[in-house]
């Protein structure tokens, strides 16, 4: 589990494909700190597993879905990653709750000043856009970030100067693809809402029965 909270961007050392999955190994700094084989890292949003370690680079696996769902697909080496080690229990949650498993991508539309701040509009499928809601929290790219404004098929945000001088954000333009992770609790809420509106449709109806089974 993450926060969206960026610790440090790293740099893509070599990006191998293979002929199951792709081996990312990718240099960094403060992640590494107490980071052993089999730890979580974020990358750009994704939680991937650490494989191998040096004093300044990890390794991580990505399996063919991973490529299919988000960004990783993109990059190659030399390329800017966000990096975010899993947080440790009893430490802050800055941002919200961020699993590391991206939902689907969307491209930037436009960014626009506001103030000091800067107004990121994405475009995103219907789907993704349905569990977004004004106010709530998004992830792009793995930064924990607060929705301004949502439409059918698009949602805004806004960056404020340190979170842009500290992520790969500052270097995206309009068209540039990000990862989207969306509000893992509205997922949960939305499937559970779906099943008893099944449940109470193949019934016939709601009953007190029914409110029993569902444990009201």
């Given at each position: 589990m993450f926060t969206g909270i960026i610790e440090e961007t790293g740099k893509i050392q070599s990006f191998k494909r293979r002929s199951d999955s792709i081996a990312l190994t990718i240099q960094a700094c403060k992640v590494l700190t107490d980071t052993q084989l089999g730890d979580s890292i974020a990358v750009n949003g994704?939680?991937?597993?650490?494989?191998?370690?040096?004093?300044?680079t990890f390794t991580a696996d990505v399996m063919h879905e991973t490529m299919r769902r988000s960004s990783l697909q993109t990059i190659g080496s030399g390329d800017t990653v966000?990096?975010?080690?899993a947080v440790a229990v009893g430490g802050r949650l800055g941002g919200h709750l961020v699993s590391g498993?991206?939902?689907?991508?969307g491209h930037i539309m436009r960014i626009q000043p506001d103030g000091i701040a800067n107004i990121f509009t994405i475009s995103a499928?219907?789907?993704?856009?349905?569990?977004?809601?004004?106010?709530?929290?998004?992830?792009l790219d793995g930064v924990?970030?607060?929705?301004?404004?949502?439409?059918?098929r698009w949602?805004?945000?806004?960056?404020?100067?340190?979170?842009?001088?500290h992520t790969t954000l500052l270097s995206k333009k309009p068209g540039a693809v990000l990862n989207i992770e969306t509000d893992i609790i509205g997922k949960y809420i939305d499937r559970l809402m779906h099943e008893k509106k099944d449940t109470v449709s193949n019934t016939g109806g709601l009953t007190l029965a029914t409110l029993r089974e569902q444990g009201f």
């Open positions: 994704v939680c991937l597993t650490v494989t191998s370690l040096t004093t300044d966000n990096l975010e080690r498993h991206i939902d689907g991508t499928a219907a789907n993704l856009v349905h569990f977004i809601v004004e106010k709530g929290s998004v992830a924990s970030l607060t929705v301004t404004a949502v439409g059918d949602f805004s945000v806004s960056l404020i100067p340190h979170t842009l001088a």
